[in-house]
DNA sequence: CGCTTAGTTGAGTTCGTTCAACGACTGTGG
DNA sequence: CCACAGTCGTTGAACGAACTCAACTAAGCG
């Protein structure tokens, strides 16, 4: 089921672990919302196929978009070990999730030391793209972040193998502004100067990717790392 | 020797294989730096005491401070499950640390899952203070983020008991700067707007919180849980 | 004593904002 | 079938927040 190639390989008794950690399969449609920021939710989440974001807002509506979510993604980790959930996740496109009980943790933690290292993992992964995420809002131009997001998105979505043809990042100008904390307006005229350049094309809220490595260099970033991943 | 009051108990056999895993301690100056971005650290660090901060930098010199460490935090922890560290790390103060086998980790992994649930506790709080942070960097005015910062620092201190009667965080107006990605002469005047307002007074290179609560209400921010948290 | 670091302040400029209006497209109800 | 509202993207104009440049104080140190 599960057998894209960069995920690492499991024993038996992990993969029938895991089968039955598992307690459901949830379906939602795209702009539903998936968490609630606040939330006590029981349920841990890992995703299937689609796309998703997280994020956070304060009282006067300001919001800002922390990370996406794509297949393979934990959900609800923070919800799971900290008991409320201090962010809200919101699906971009149709998203199907696999639902997993809470207090099944400790017996992952207790019985399979290898996918709770895996857990770890993850988390220390999330906060790697936070760390890039923060530079890129902190430190980067108009420019340079737009880039970056989309060279980040692109090289994720490609990673995981998502396109097929196409490299069609589903996704508005609105929440390209709310990622990189700028302004719709000029989200808009900074992402027409990447068009103008040929590296994207926006059209039927996605952006196309043209040119995903000339985005990486005009943001001045590396790029992810080609790394296996674990998968629960 | 780690019974401040808000880590949680740990059984004797925990306690023991704690002490077996920690293979030194280290002592650094302030302005030192205890880790670099792009090494192959083999260890994995707690703080005991004093505070240090975490970084990226651009190529061109444009630095982006992610965090701070303080005592009872993991540094490295992303060299240790990842291998190479995508950050680094420069103390504030004198800070001493507690260092820990990287290899030991998959034992710790095997025999103590508690542990285990704690490291991944752990990453996840940090995760959450990132999250935060991105929605100050992102969506926060410069007054509301200078707040924000100074009363997450000023939460953070107080709940380790840093303090010992003036609160007084051991940063200069540049780690404020690089912290919220402003100029140093923004943060300058927008620094001099809160001491006029009475919440803090700047001197000697570090920052006087005079009204903890204040700050906190400037930046809509509201606040640290407080939360019982393990201790490695 | 000069040198460096930290903080301060003013002046002018730039980047990004808000306001406002408009076109294209989609879905909905009369 | 058309009118209408709603979302998304686009563009111009005026404004403002934050930036750069520059000069200066005060403190610490060899």
Redesign the interface.
């Known amino acids: 089921m599960r057998a894209l190639s960069h995920f690492r390989e499991f024993t038996r008794e992990e993969i029938e672990f895991v089968a039955k950690f598992k307690t459901g399969e949830l379906a939602a449609d795209a702009g539903a919302t998936i968490l609630v920021e606040g939330a006590h939710s029981a349920h841990l989440y890992t995703v299937l196929s689609g796309w998703g974001f ?1 994020y ?1 807002a ?3 509506g ?3 978009i ?1 990370n996406y979510v794509m297949p393979g993604d934990l959900i609800g ?2 919800g799971t ?2 008991g ?1 959930m ?2 809200s996740v919101e699906a971009l496109s149709p998203i199907s999730l696999c639902v997993f009980e809470r207090d099944k ?2 017996t992952l ?2 019985n399979h ?2 996918l ?2 895996d ?3 993850m ?6 793209m ?6 890129s ?4 131009t108009a420019i340079e972040r737009s880039a970056y997001l989309i060279a980040f998105l692109f090289q994720r979505a490609r990673q995981l193998k998502l396109f097929n043809g196409h490299s069609a990042i589903p996704i508005t100008q609105q929440h390209v502004a ?4 700028l302004s719709i307006v000029h989200t808009n005229k900074t992402l027409k100067k990447l068009a103008k350049q040929g590296l994207i094309r926006w059209q039927e809220r996605t952006c196309e990717v043209l040119d995903g490595d000339a985005l990486a260099e005009v943001a ?1 970033w590396e790029g992810l ?1 080609e ?1 296996r991943r674990p998968f629960l």
């Open positions: 997280r956070k304060l009282e006067d300001r919001r800002q922390l980790l923070q070990i900290m409320e201090q962010h943790m400790m933690y207790g030391p290898s709770a290292f857990i770890t993992w988390a220390a992964q999330e906060e790697r936070l760390d890039e995420h923060l530079l809002i902190g430190r980067r709310d990622t990189l904390g001045g790392d790394r």
